[in-house]
């Protein structure tokens, strides 16, 4: 029973026609919205998945993303996609979270790790995180986490023991020194709340702590932590295989 309602969305929302011709969408027309609903008309019924219920602003956030991820879906070779995952309800499912997500995120640096969470759903070895727990926590979490959370494996802070007396005012600022001096608002967000920030990823097991060899607690990345930031940051993944 439980076969026979999978298929149909299957045959209606064929999402991997739409991530083919995502693919190769048309160069010869300059409109986004024109383009991508181009794309859409050439699946039936997909209109309704991505813009029913939606204003214009909604429907306008929704092109944008789909036109970021035409762009880099360019650079994948068709074979490196799971087409039978495309084909499952679980990642309509997904899909469907992340078009819902998308269209209430103002934020470029967010809107990037929810099109790296799709590319890598379809193209990478299937994850022991579950990818909706991965998009609940992208929900839920400011991108000062995340940042943080990058910050401390690019260090390597994996362990106490790594981690000297100089280790907070090192933290702060490089953190801070990672960021696009266009970023100021985040910057001086993440000076703020900094420290906030370190708590609630240690609440929810991405960081943990110790005491370092100073004998003073200090945070470090939980194997969770990485995996999770080895699966937003798609870039990072792609230039350090």
Request: charged fraction near 30%; proline fraction near 3%; hydrophobic fraction near 40%.
């Amino acid at each position: 029973m439980a076969q026979k309602n999978i298929v149909p969305i299957k045959e209606v929302y064929n999402l991997q026609d739409f991530f083919r011709l995502l693919k190769d969408v048309p160069k010869n027309i300059s409109n986004t919205e024109t383009k991508i609903r181009a794309i859409v008309s050439a699946v039936p019924a997909l209109e309704n998945l991505l813009f029913s219920n939606k204003d214009k602003e909604e429907v306008r956030q929704i092109l944008r993303f789909l036109e970021d991820l035409s762009k880099q879906l360019e650079d994948l070779k068709e074979e490196s996609m799971d087409k039978k995952f495309l084909e499952s309800f679980e990642f309509y499912c997904i899909f469907k979270k992340i078009l819902e997500l998308v269209r209430f995120e103002h934020t470029e640096e967010k809107l990037k790790l929810f099109r790296n969470v799709l590319l890598n759903s379809i193209t990478c070895p299937r994850q022991k995180i579950s990818i909706v727990y991965i998009l609940n926590k992208l929900e839920s979490l400011d991108i000062g986490h995340f940042e943080i959370l990058k910050w401390y494996k690019d260090n390597k802070y994996i362990t106490p023991h790594s981690i000297g007396a100089d280790y907070d005012v090192i933290a702060l600022h490089s953190v801070r020194a990672d960021y696009d001096t266009n970023k100021t608002r985040l910057k001086d967000q993440v000076s703020e709340y900094y420290p906030s920030f370190e708590k609630d990823l240690d609440v929810i097991g991405f960081l943990d702590s110790a005491p370092a060899m100073d004998g003073h607690k200090r945070y470090f990345i939980t194997r969770l932590g990485i995996e999770l930031i080895e699966f937003v940051y798609r870039d990072d993944i792609e230039q350090n295989p």
